[in-house]
């Protein structure tokens, strides 16, 4: 019943956690939105996530079937970047500045499952809240949801074999890879407007603060699985 009732409160969380995030459409967006890229290089990064995302299915299939009961887990995980990265903060140059939210679903079901779970979340944003672009939509995802988890799983996976302390590898994971995801989105703006280095020192003063942030928070839910979802986490073997 205490597991029962935890999986109902995950779910309806994830639900008013996506509607609270549908709600928040005024505010300039960090994602790369339409007219700043050119045609060739949208049409490329589009190319470049395609393997990843087929491979995201896949992956995302092998996983329920090896943990069946973690179905309401991967949806939490889907709610928690949408709502994250939703987040606009304005930075002192004008632009914005917000977390990721896909460290979670990289340390619980591996950077593969965060290609297809992240390409989603751009998609509904773009389509939603004008956050970011379609045209734009490839380039978003290679970074949000392809280069920012990737990093965050290796990262984590590297501390727990070093025999870290769960926390401080989770912490770790959430915050790079957030960092992460805006130094590949500053070189993707700098390829074709000049200067990589000028949109890092835009980011920069607000998003290691909130990497930080996105760390301790992400670090505090998963505490709250690994005592209420342990036999989930097991059967994923993040544990």
Request: charged content about 10%.
């Amino acid at each position: 019943m205490r597991q029962s009732g935890f999986n109902r409160f995950l779910l309806t969380g994830g639900m008013l956690a996506a509607l609270a995030g549908s709600l928040m459409v005024n505010a300039g967006a960090m994602h790369i939105a339409e007219g700043w890229l050119p045609v060739n290089w949208c049409l490329l990064w589009g190319a470049v996530c395609i393997p990843f995302v087929v491979a995201g299915f896949l992956s995302i299939k092998r996983r329920i079937d090896q943990a069946p009961r973690a179905k309401i887990l991967l949806a939490m995980c889907g709610a928690f970047a949408f709502v994250l990265s939703a987040l606009k903060i304005p930075s002192f140059s004008g632009s914005c500045s917000h977390p990721t939210g896909v460290g979670l679903g990289a340390i619980l079901f591996g950077p593969l499952t965060m290609a297809v779970l992240g390409l989603i979340v751009l998609l509904f944003q773009a389509l939603l809240l004008a956050h970011g672009g379609l045209t734009t939509l490839g380039a978003n995802t290679f970074s949000m949801a392809i280069a920012g988890p990737i990093l965050s799983w290796a990262v984590y996976r590297l501390l727990r074999k070093m025999k870290a302390p769960p926390a401080l590898a989770v912490f770790a994971a959430a915050a790079l890879g957030d960092l992460f995801t805006y130094v590949v989105t500053s070189l993707q703006l700098g390829l074709v407007n000049g200067g990589m280095e000028k949109f890092l020192a835009i980011f920069a003063v607000t998003q290691v603060p909130l990497a930080i942030a996105e760390g301790l928070l992400t670090v505090v839910i998963f505490n709250v699985l690994e005592k209420y979802s342990q036999a989930q986490l097991q059967e994923l073997r993040v544990l």
